[in-house]
């Protein structure tokens, strides 16, 4: 594997990488795997709600990677392409099985009352899980990964508007799901 060139930013680097793994480079392409891995890994399992069902999406989507990445015309919309991947995978898994395994999100600052905190994280939870796979991933997209809307709609291969219509209706039915379990904690 050559050397990086002195003063190359990692996005060029990353290019150069793309570049020499469409050329077959297996070197390169572990190097763009390990990149990859840890954020692709975070959107599967909040997608998918299941650790190993994550981990099973997250391989598939490098293998496919690996076999397509030939076709990939343009090296710097890698991230947005193997994205890409991993929502279709994490889908087409979401259908497959319509299992929804538990998994915690993290616990908040317990504060002056932890019980309070645990049973609103466990609200969230619960709220969370019972999105569509199509609303937990714009979720996810935008709230974990921190990208814009333009940016969700290129990696997805989905209008603007349809990406802003389904955060809107995520979020509508996130808040619907807490405050029916406000109001079913109060009775």
């Known amino acids: 594997m050559a050397e990086p060139v ?3 930013s990692s996005v060029q680097s990353q290019d150069v990488l793309v570049r020499r793994a469409r050329a077959g480079d ?5 190097a763009l795997a390990v990149r990859v891995t840890p954020r692709l890994y975070g959107l599967a399992v909040r997608i998918l709600r299941d650790v190993p069902s994550a981990e099973d999406v997250v391989q598939q989507s ?6 397509d990445l030939r076709g990939l015309r343009d ?4 991230n ?19 299992a929804v395994s538990r998994i915690s999100f993290p616990a908040p600052d317990p504060g002056p009352n932890p019980m309070a905190a645990i049973d609103e994280r466990d609200a969230m939870e619960h709220a969370f899980r019972e999105l569509t796979p199509e609303h ?7 709230h974990y990964l921190g990208w814009d809307p333009a940016e969700i709609a290129r990696a997805l291969g989905v209008a603007d508007g349809t990406v802003r219509s ?6 509508a039915s996130l808040r619907a799901a807490l405050e029916a379990s406000e109001r079913g904690s109060r009775s």
Do not use: C, K, Q
Request: aromatic residues 10%; without cysteine.
């Open 26 to 30: 297996h070197d390169a392409f572990a």
């Open 166 to 171: 389904r955060l809107h209706y995520a979020l």
């Open 62 to 67: 490098l293998v496919d990677a690996w076999r």
């Open 136 to 142: 937990r991933v714009v979720l996810t997209l935008r």
């Open 6 to 8: 002195p003063g190359e």
């Open 80 to 98: 947005s392409w193997i994205v890409r991947l991993l929502v279709r995978n994490a889908h087409r898994e979401a259908r497959r099985t319509r």
């Open 75 to 78: 090296a710097a919309a890698f």
